[in-house]
């Protein structure tokens, strides 16, 4: 969990923009096309222009920033010193706004949630008679014998029987 995203693209990897990158791209608050200089400057203003015209078509995650796309190149350092301003506006703006706070505040009740289920799988596996089940149910549901939905009902009731008998 971060503050802000940026995700960083390279300017020539073929279709970017394909299904695949699209559920990355829409999390990122600043794309930054990297390597933009020499033989990859011309490939890095149509990446630019791509991520553009697709942060268009997305939903908006945020009422008050608009992501960015930005090219630069470390090797000539053009674009950094632009693509730092953002990320200072990026800040300023979501700070004055309360987003940044509500953001952590969201981040913090998802750690919590990710720390239970940890927690619970740990439990979960560590029950004798789950433990003691597990591989051949695992090797049914992969074989076609059981549906996913059927070995998980399994496993469920076996790990209910043992928090019964106390064989946590």
């Known amino acids: 969990m971060v503050d802000?995203?940026?995700?960083?693209?390279?300017?020539?990897?073929?279709?970017?923009?394909?299904?695949?990158?699209?559920?990355i791209v829409e999390m990122a608050?600043?794309?930054?096309?990297?390597?933009?200089?020499?033989?990859?400057?011309?490939?890095?203003?149509?990446?630019k222009a791509e991520y553009t015209s697709a942060m268009k078509l997305l939903r908006?995650?945020?009422?008050?920033?608009?992501?960015?796309?930005?090219?630069?190149?470390?090797?000539?350092?053009?674009?950094?010193?632009?693509?730092?301003?953002?990320?200072c506006e990026f800040k300023s703006v979501m700070t004055e706004s309360g987003d940044l706070i509500r953001k952590r505040q969201r981040q913090q009740t998802?750690?919590?949630w990710n720390h239970i289920r940890?927690?619970?799988?740990?439990?979960?596996?560590?029950?004798?008679?789950?433990?003691n089940s597990v591989n051949e149910i695992e090797r049914e549901v992969g074989l076609g014998v059981l549906t996913p939905g059927h070995g998980a009902d399994l496993l469920l009731q076996l790990f209910r029987?043992?928090?019964?008998?106390?064989?946590?």
């Open 4 to 23: 802000m995203f940026v995700l960083i693209v390279p300017p020539a990897g073929g279709d970017e923009l394909q299904g695949l990158k699209r559920g």
């Open 60 to 87: 908006k995650r945020s009422k008050i920033w608009i992501p960015k796309v930005l090219k630069l190149s470390s090797k000539t350092k053009e674009g950094l010193p632009e693509a730092w301003d953002k990320m």
């Open 29 to 47: 608050d600043l794309i930054l096309v990297n390597k933009s200089d020499g033989e990859l400057l011309i490939p890095a203003r149509r990446m």
């Open 118 to 131: 940890e927690n619970i799988m740990d439990i979960f596996k560590s029950n004798l008679n789950v433990a």
């Open 161 to 168: 029987l043992g928090v019964q008998e106390n064989k946590l």
């Open 110 to 112: 998802v750690w919590m």
